[in-house]
C-alpha cells in the first residue's frame, strides 16, 4: 500500500524559513517523479514543485522559484520542501504527491500538512 | 499558459441523480494528460480519472471521462451520497505546467 506521510508543518512569522518532509513506503520510491501540491484555505489546488526519480531535475511554480527548494534522498525514501522567504500568501495545506504513471498526473496523495505564515 | 475552467462552480442534486461536470481549455490538450480529482472536506484528493477517459485504480464504473482538444466531461451516472465532493480537472504541459481547474462542487 502506498503511503506518504508528510511532516514538518506549523506556525512561522513572515520571512521565516520551514523544511516539510514526506516519508514514502509502499511502492519503489527512486523510480518515480514527485511533487508537492499545495492549497490555501478555502481555494483550489495548485502545483508548485516536482523533482525526478535521481533528483538531476527539479522544476518550481513562479511564484515559489528562488525560495523553495525541492530534494529527495532515495536511501531515505524521503522527499524535502525547504521554504524559505515565507509569505502570508504561502499559508496552506501542502501536500506530498507521488506520479507513478508517468502521464503527469497525481496518482496518490499524502494527507497534507498545515502550513501557516502569519505575526 | 494553459487555463483550465470548470463549470458549473456548484451543481446540486440529488443521489440516483446524473452529474455533468465540465472543464474547458483555453486551448487545444493532449488528451493523454487529463486528469480529474475528487476532494471531500477534510481529505487529500484522490484521482479519479486519467488520460481523459480511464479509470484510476478503485473507482467504481458510474464514474466516466470523455471529451478531447479543449472540452472534457466527468459524468456519474447515479450518484451516491459519497460523491458529493469537490471535483477538479487538471493537465500537464511540457513546459512544466500542471494547471488545475477552479473546481467545481457537487452538493445534495
Known amino acids: 500500500e502506498v503511503q506518504l506521510v508528510e511532516s514538518g508543518g506549523g506556525s512561522i512569522q513572515p520571512g521565516g524559513s520551514m523544511r516539510l518532509s514526506c516519508a514514502a513506503s509502499?511502492?519503489?520510491?527512486?523510480?518515480?517523479?514527485m511533487h508537492w501540491v499545495r492549497q490555501a484555505p478555502g481555494k483550489g489546488l495548485v502545483w508548485i514543485s516536482r523533482?525526478?526519480?535521481?533528483?538531476?531535475?527539479?522544476n518550481n511554480e513562479d511564484s515559489v522559484e528562488g525560495r523553495f527548494t525541492i530534494s529527495r534522498d532515495n536511501a531515505k525514501n524521503t522527499l524535502s520542501l525547504q521554504m524559505s522567504s515565507l509569505r502570508a500568501e504561502d499559508t496552506a495545506v501542502y501536500y506530498c504527491?507521488?506520479?507513478?504513471?508517468?502521464?503527469?498526473?497525481?496518482?496518490?496523495w499524502g494527507q497534507g500538512i498545515l502550513v501557516t505564515v502569519s505575526s | 499558459e494553459i487555463v483550465l475552467t470548470q463549470s458549473p462552480g456548484t451543481l446540486s442534486l440529488s443521489p440516483g441523480e446524473r452529474a455533468t461536470l465540465s472543464c474547458r481549455a483555453s486551448?487545444?490538450?493532449?488528451?493523454?494528460?487529463l486528469a480529474w480529482y475528487q476532494q471531500k472536506p477534510g481529505q487529500a484528493p484522490r484521482l479519479l480519472i486519467y488520460?481523459?477517459?480511464s479509470r484510476a485504480t478503485g473507482i467504481p464504473d458510474r464514474f466516466s471521462g470523455s471529451g478531447s482538444g479543449t472540452d472534457f466531461t466527468l459524468t456519474i451516472s447515479r450518484l451516491e451520497p459519497e460523491d458529493f465532493a469537490v471535483y477538479y480537472c487538471?493537465?500537464?504541459?511540457?513546459?512544466?505546467?500542471?494547471?488545475f481547474g477552479q473546481g467545481t462542487k457537487l452538493e445534495i
Open positions: 504527491v507521488l506520479e507513478i504513471r508517468g502521464r503527469g498526473n497525481f496518482d496518490y
Open positions: 523533482i525526478n526519480s535521481d533528483g538531476s531535475i527539479v
Open positions: 487538471q493537465h500537464h504541459s511540457q513546459s512544466p505546467e500542471y494547471p
Open positions: 486551448r487545444s490538450v493532449t488528451s493523454a494528460y
Open positions: 509502499g511502492f519503489i520510491f527512486r523510480n518515480h517523479w
Open positions: 488520460d481523459a477517459s
